[in-house]
């Protein structure tokens, strides 16, 4: 599609579901004072059609690093146990502003983290829902809550960061059983510590990894090593992992997501209305821990660390707070058990060099771990063998003053859980895979462009006894073109741009396919193809 106006396109109702239908649309020749609210094709929450309770957790004002604290009490009158729990967050903001990053915690437990939209002078409004039904047993006592998106406002960025957070509660019983505990790892002289319940039979860990703060661990994947002339440098390039360890002993590893956020690529013109993949709603890395319960269950405290591979000693920039969700077993008070494998490859993590008018990196890197372990439940003697096995290609181009800044990228993060035992062999597999292709580009009139796909795509399948019984594909893909003229007043830029999103989902739970696209701000379709 044209960066330039569109004749007629197809428009829906932005929340619709329905097909859409033919309109005009008046699309500026360029950006504004106002555009349309951000907006993403990601599918709301499925709500069941039960009694339901809703709760506030959070009325805030961000205009700095104060957090918002606060109570959350249980409601009344939707029982302890709920089939479904729904956070919402609306916010609004206006100005001139960043994108920021946000959290928030109940209980200590992180149950949101998100980043913002950055506003247009005449102000915006958006929405974040999110299931939050596996944190049920932080929300069945009262508990603390502090909320913090840190923010600047001064005389030049005005934009002052108003949320609403709530929770709403659906009385019944849950499709699939939730964790019985939710825990935080405790801070110790010696580190972070663990102490699960004796009678443990299934332990996750989730980690809400980001790399950002503005600085260069913000744009991991475009680092390079010396003796590469590049402004964003790394003791080995842009190979990141992140890895969960248990008494020093590595126990999950996982690909980051290469998160974007609303002002990045050096544009904020890509994202003003529909933003990248997970920027609203930073979904959490899962380490299946289960192998390692049998040494957990002992009683005692136990280290548990998270580091991210591939960053520079003593560099700021990622953040990485743990949540353990743990389902015990009602007929033992204590599961005894082993860890009886624990093998990973050395990680390979290599990048070339090759000078010249256009310079050149490119990486290859990847590792693979196997941990297995049983554990001697009330239902028999049960192995859990985890697999994960990451790749990491990636070109980096540029030229000498970085006018020109390009990367093609591809992250692969593939796991394989077995659990033999107490009835036919359970196997799930999830091939996830990561892409970002694009450039940006400073002409001679100081017209900065900048072109970019990204990909979050991920298929999983789950088999009992050899027969498959859960099948999902995902596909959710953004690509933007916008230009504009850099170092001037913002009503001198003379913005252009056109942003598109379709978030595909197929499986055995049914189908879902919305696309949106945007011209200058205006969003010009919204269509749903099930």
């Not at 097909?19 to 709301?44: K, N, R, S």
């Not at 437990?109 to 998100?114: D, P, Q, S």
């Not at 020093?248 to 050096?266: E, H, K, L, M, Q």
Request: with cysteine; charged share 25%; proline share 7%.
């Amino acid at each position: 599609m044209s960066m330039v106006a569109v004749a007629t396109l197809v428009v829906g109702a932005l929340f619709g579901t329905g097909a859409a239908t033919a309109q005009a649309a008046d699309v500026p020749a360029e950006f504004g004072t106002d555009w349309h609210d951000p907006v993403t094709a990601a599918p709301p929450v499925d709500r069941p059609h039960t009694k339901s309770c809703r709760v506030t957790l959070a009325d805030a004002r961000f205009r700095d690093f104060t957090p918002y604290r606060g109570a959350y009490t249980p409601p009344e009158g939707c029982g302890d146990r709920w089939s479904k729990v729904v956070l919402r967050l609306d916010g609004e903001v206006k100005g001139r502003q960043y994108d920021r990053l946000g959290h928030l915690h109940v209980g200590g437990v992180e149950i949101l983290r998100t980043s913002t939209p950055e506003p247009s002078p005449d102000g915006i409004a958006w929405h974040v829902e999110k299931d939050v039904t596996r944190y049920s047993d932080t929300f069945r006592t009262a508990q603390d809550v502090e909320m913090l998106i840190g923010n600047v406002v001064d005389d030049t960025y005005t934009g002052v960061i108003d949320v609403h957070v709530t929770l709403t509660f659906y009385a019944g019983r849950p499709s699939a059983p939730v964790p019985d505990r939710v825990l935080t790892l405790a801070g110790t002289p010696a580190g972070t510590t663990l102490t699960t319940p004796r009678n443990s039979e299934r332990v996750v860990a989730e980690v809400y990894a980001t790399g950002s703060g503005g600085g260069c661990e913000e744009f991991w994947y475009l680092t390079v090593a010396d003796p590469a002339p590049y402004s964003c440098k790394a003791d080995r390039g842009p190979y990141r992992e992140v890895q969960i360890s248990v008494d020093g002993r590595i126990a999950g590893i996982a690909a980051p997501f290469p998160n974007v956020w609303t002002g990045g690529w050096s544009n904020p013109f890509l994202w003003y209305v529909v933003p990248a993949p997970r920027a609203f709603d930073v979904r959490p890395i899962e380490y299946d821990l289960t192998p390692f319960a049998g040494l957990l269950n002992d009683g005692r405290p136990h280290r548990v660390e998270v580091s991210v591979a591939g960053v520079p000693a003593d560099r700021p920039g990622w953040s990485a707070p743990v949540n353990v969700l743990v389902w015990r077993d009602p007929h033992r008070a204590q599961v005894p058990g082993a860890l009886t494998e624990d093998r990973a490859t050395d990680l390979a993590d290599s990048s070339t060099f090759t000078p010249g008018a256009e310079n050149r990196v490119r990486t290859e890197a990847g590792h693979r771990l196997a941990v297995s372990g049983y554990l001697d439940t009330s239902h028999g003697r049960v192995t859990t063998t985890v697999t994960r096995t990451l790749a990491h290609t990636s070109v980096h181009r540029w030229t000498d003053g970085e006018a020109v800044d390009g990367l093609d990228a591809t992250w692969t993060d593939d796991e394989a859980v077995a659990v033999v035992g107490h009835g036919p062999a359970r196997t799930s597999r999830t091939h996830r895979t990561y892409t970002m292709d694009g450039a940006t580009t400073l002409g001679a009139d100081d017209r900065l462009r900048t072109v970019l796909t990204l990909g979050d795509r991920a298929s999983a399948v789950t088999r009992e006894g050899g027969r498959r019984t859960a099948w999902s594909r995902l596909d959710d893909t953004y690509s933007g073109d916008a230009t504009y003229t850099v170092d001037v007043p913002r009503d001198q830029r003379h913005a252009v741009g056109t942003s598109a999103e379709r978030y595909r989902l197929l499986g055995s739970d049914g189908c879902y396919d919305r696309s949106l696209t945007t011209v200058q701000g205006v969003l010009t379709e919204d269509r749903s193809r099930c």
